[in-house]
């Protein structure tokens, strides 16, 4: 599928997101799935066991979780973790001592500390690359690579990857590719049309969408993988309990209305923080100079709720700012109804410090909520002039 034909794929978004997996309960007739909470099923005593076991392995309400994640992505099969982390460790450990993964060199400090001080221990090798460039991934592809693992837009330079191209080129080396599709949600980007073979999530954010619940996901359409992961699901035991699989699902029923309201508030205030004289830099691809614009128009429906931004004033500039914000709440995480500010460089990036990948330490980032956009624009516009 060409890249500009993903837009189309999104026609009966919302009413997937209400539906797919949600059908009224077929014993009470209640419209909201239900909350199994139990760890364990009765069974036939003849006849072999039933669709339900015990808990780990699945659970009716985390299951209507996995199938309207699938069908958001455009998948075949969905598996919901704990977190996100939970979910990015179970793809890991389908590789095996020896093999190499090519990684984005903006990404996750989470993922950067995953990858360098628990993996690599166990024999994982790891390769650090712009992303945004094809060539470097493709140079970097050497015979015992069994993945390039993308973030796009990356946290927290929002750069770009060219999905399809980095995905065509890695399928025709027999690598696969996954895209960490937090940042632009199923409803802005769609990896797996782009030739992605993986999608990950931290459920957390966006899907979830309330800043009450941890969880993660990943969604493919290869039988062969999905079979994997799913082994790896039940045997690493890294799943979500029912009431947390609930509230994400309970999340993604609104997901299309929010994330065109957290768009149109980024993008007014990365046009503001453009023209404000203390802010040195700002990084949005919604924004005409964001040198990947035109990708972003490419391969998103939109740009999403993050902006990220560096201040004339360095760090102390940073740090009197984030003291100043009434209405964007200091705090790591992002994707929740309410906006945030944080300073990634000392909180959720401080495991890259000292190394090649560390952030500025003057840069802030700005999960967007969908508050009012005149006071958002107003808070910001006090916290800047003040610090």
């Known amino acids: 599928m060409a890249p500009e034909e993903v837009h189309e794929q999104h026609d009966g978004f919302a009413t997937q997101a209400i539906h797919v997996g949600q059908a009224p309960d077929p014993q009470t007739g209640a419209v909201s799935v239900p909350i199994y909470q139990t760890s364990t099923y009765a069974q036939p005593v003849e006849g072999g066991a039933g669709p339900y076991v015990y808990a780990r392995s699945s659970n009716p309400t985390r299951a209507a979780l996995e199938a309207a994640l699938?069908?958001?992505d455009g998948g075949a099969h969905a598996l919901a973790f704990a977190s996100g982390l939970g979910a990015a460790s179970t793809v890991l450990l389908a590789l095996a001592t020896g093999d190499h993964v090519v990684c984005s060199d903006d990404v996750y400090g989470g993922i950067y500390r995953l990858l360098t001080k628990v993996f690599v221990r166990q024999g994982l090798q790891v390769d650090f690359v712009d992303v945004g460039d094809p060539d470097q991934v493709a140079a970097a592809i050497r015979p015992e690579t069994k993945l390039v693992w993308l973030e796009s837009p990356t946290n927290p330079l929002l750069k770009l990857a060219d999905i399809a191209a980095i995905s065509r080129?890695?399928?025709a080396r027999g690598v696969r590719t996954l895209v960490d599709n937090t940042f632009a949600s199923p409803f802005f980007q769609r990896?797996?049309?782009?030739?992605?073979?993986?999608?990950l999530y931290s459920t957390t954010k966006y899907l979830g969408g309330h800043s009450d619940a941890v969880g993660g996901a990943l969604v493919t359409s290869d039988p062969e993988?999905?079979?994997?992961?799913?082994?790896l699901q039940n045997a690493v035991g890294a799943v979500p309990g029912p009431f947390d699989s609930w509230l994400i699902l309970r999340g993604v029923k609104t997901l299309a209305h929010r994330m065109r309201a957290h768009e149109a508030n980024?993008?007014?205030i990365a046009r503001f923080l453009l023209e404000h004289p203390a802010v040195a830099e700002v990084f949005y691809p919604g924004l005409e100079q964001h040198p990947q614009h035109a990708l972003s128009r490419r391969q998103m429906r939109g740009f999403g709720g993050i902006v990220s931004f560096r201040l004339r004033g360095g760090a102390a500039a940073a740090r009197a700012l984030v003291g100043r914000t009434r209405l964007f709440t200091f705090a790591v995480s992002l994707g929740g109804v309410e906006s945030l500010i944080e300073i990634p460089a000392?909180?959720?990036?401080?495991?890259?410090a000292d190394t090649p990948l560390a952030v500025p330490p003057d840069?802030?980032?700005l999960s967007v909520g969908i508050e009012d956009q005149d006071d958002l624009l107003a808070d910001l516009q006090q916290a800047l002039d003040g610090a």
């Open 70 to 72: 699938a069908a958001l």
């Open 169 to 171: 080129l890695a399928r």
């Open 191 to 199: 990896p797996l049309a782009l030739g992605a073979d993986l999608v």
């Open 225 to 231: 993988l999905y079979a994997q992961l799913k082994f």
């Open 266 to 268: 980024a993008q007014a």
């Open 346 to 352: 000392t909180m959720t990036h401080a495991s890259t």
């Open 363 to 365: 840069l802030v980032r």
